[in-house]
């Protein structure tokens, strides 16, 4: 074969090429039209039996060379671009994402504006024990200007026979102390039924580690309008976490909050391995603001300080860490919430690390 020959026939073939492309573009505008009908319809996107039958037609009308499979691989990828191709926006960019919102969610809880780049705290005990208990953890947060305050009425205990939490009358001992104090008060529900409910009484609904991926929850905090501090599961990925916000936010709440609080390694020394690289990873992935929990976390008071400032300095939003005014009594968590006093000790030495930073 002369030289010019093989030119001709590789002429030919750039022909093909782009006379396939054309033909693979046609077809794919095609699979985007009848992707917008589905839609309307209602009508799950993928076909199987639509995909087997056009299979079929194919294979019955190869005449080679190319064996079947062969075939049937080359258009399997074609069928899986042009599924890809349905899938719409919100797959491509999630709501919670940087890439659909380049700028950070602020959210105002009493005046406070999470997300701001100004560090936050959220103190309060470990769960509601009695409306003495938590007014004089109030009393200590309120002296120090602050503003958020924490208390579980459900608790999720790894024993049923540990103390649950006061359940509604827990609520509503927060409500009475964010409206004496003029405190926002947050605390975990568990239950979708109890969120309606639980909005009258708190100013965040949390979610707690155990229930980040309990769907009908995710779906009814995204159904109000109240802030959620949503928490990383105990052995969620970064990614698990983020879908699991987007699930809030896709029902319609976009006022989320991140909240890193440990998650199971092998590691004994701390009670959970506290994730800090990905207190960045979500603010570079997502618009919402980013907490550290770190009592949960490591699970030692001689951690606490250090774990926060780690937090601080990576670029968490805020931290959250428990007090307790006799944690040696503590119903729940009695080994690592800090006292009153170890809690100003706290509270100063965080503050001078923070604020001569900015
Ligand atoms: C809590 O904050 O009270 C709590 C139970 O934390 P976590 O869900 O992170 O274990
Ligand atoms: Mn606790």
């Not at 001992?173 to 708190?202: G, H, M």
Request: with cysteine; net charge neutral.
């Amino acid at each position: 074969m002369s030289n010019k020959e093989l030119d001709q026939l590789r002429q030919r073939v750039d022909e093909l090429n782009l006379e396939l492309l054309s033909l693979i573009n046609e077809r794919a505008r095609l699979v985007q039209e009848i992707g917008r009908v589905k839609e309307t319809q209602g009508v799950f996107r993928y076909d199987p039996v639509r995909e087997r039958n056009m299979l079929d037609l194919i294979k019955e009308n190869n005449n080679g060379p190319f064996e079947n499979s062969t075939i049937e691989h080359i258009f399997k990828e074609i069928f899986k671009a042009g599924l890809e191709l349905q899938k719409d926006d919100h797959r491509k960019a999630l709501l919670v994402s940087r890439k659909k919102k380049p700028e950070n969610t602020v959210i105002d809880l009493k005046g406070k504006k999470i997300g701001d780049g100004n560090p936050h705290f959220v103190f309060g005990p470990c769960a509601v024990e009695s409306y003495e208990q938590v007014a004089t953890v109030a009393e200590s947060v309120k002296e120090k200007g602050l503003k958020l305050l924490r208390g579980g009425a459900y608790k999720p205990r790894t024993s049923p026979y540990d103390f649950q939490g006061l359940g509604l009358e827990g609520l509503k001992i927060l409500k009475r102390i964010a409206d004496e104090f003029d405190l926002a008060v947050i605390s975990e529900i568990t239950n979708p039924a109890d969120i309606e409910t639980a909005v009258q009484y708190i100013d965040v609904i949390q979610i707690g580690a155990r229930n980040m991926q309990n769907f009908d929850l995710l779906k009814a905090a995204g159904a109000v309008n109240k802030p959620v501090l949503l928490k990383r599961g105990l052995a969620a990925t970064i990614e698990e976490f983020i879908n699991a916000a987007e699930y809030i936010m896709a029902h319609g709440n976009g006022q989320i909050i991140l909240c890193e609080r440990g998650i199971r390694t092998y590691e004994r020394a701390t009670r959970n391995t506290l994730d800090i690289s990905a207190v960045p990873i979500l603010k570079q992935e997502t618009h919402l603001p980013v907490f550290v929990d770190v009592t949960h976390s490591t699970g030692r008071r001689d951690l606490l300080l250090p774990a926060a400032k780690a937090a601080l300095a990576i670029g968490a939003d805020g931290v959250m860490a428990e007090v307790h005014p006799d944690p040696a009594v503590a119903l729940s968590d009695s080994a690592q919430q800090m006292d009153l006093k170890q809690f100003d000790e706290f509270y100063r030495e965080i503050k001078k690390s923070v604020f001569t930073r900015v």
